[in-house]
């Protein structure tokens, strides 16, 4: 892969729109199968050729295109809430996970078998949600640093809710998988804001 702002700015992105798919469940208890589908396909596409493909074209970031342009302008209604909170620590998780090999082979290797369900139910099926939340709880979660997602009890409380947070949460370190592999880092947020802006604006 190249490893262009476009691109960077492109997982970034994903990464952005899965902390806001969090934020949004979490709060409202709702979210549109079209809008959750990007991000759990993430996390299949584990050998893309380029980076689109992760997503299923740059169009399915539109959320975390917006986001992220907020935060990197500096709009202080962009950075209210707890995405930017949910994103960074996705990013830092992240980091603890890949130098953790053998973790990585165990959520691959279930990865398999949840990509047979997701072939046979459907890649939103609940059976595949809970299959998903199952490998964010034995592995990532595991971590000393965890993330804490705040927002109506109610909403949390309800399992189906929380296994799909904890879905999309998994799809999250995946797009900050593929920003480290493409050079990013969490200084690319203070530093290089210019550049990525205009990678986005590239997408």
Partial sequence: MQHSKKEQAAALAGIFQAAALVERLAKTGQLPEDVLQPSIQSIFVTSPQAV?????????????????????????????????????????????????????????????????????????HENVMSSLAGIYLDTISTFKTRIQVTGDPGCLQIPSNAN??????????????LW????????????????????????
Avoid: C
């Avoid at 603890?96 to 290797?109: A, S, V, Y």
């Avoid at 880092?185 to 203070?190: A, E, K, S």
């Fill in 164 to 177: 799909k947070i904890r879905a999309i949460l998994l799809a999250g370190i995946r797009s900050a998988m």
């Fill in 52 to 124: 689109p493909e992760v997503y299923g074209g740059y169009d399915k970031l539109t959320l975390g295109r917006k986001l992220l342009k907020g935060v990197l302008n500096r709009d202080t209604e962009a950075v209210q809430g707890d995405v930017v909170r949910y994103a960074l620590a996705l990013i830092h998780l992240e980091r603890k996970l890949n130098r953790t090999p053998p973790m990585l082979n165990t959520i691959g290797e279930r990865l398999k078998r949840t990509r047979e369900q997701a072939t046979h139910f459907g890649m939103l």
């Fill in 180 to 203: 480290r592999q493409l050079g990013g880092t969490r200084w690319h947020l203070f530093f290089s804001r210019k550049k990525l802006l205009d990678g986005l604006n590239r997408l």
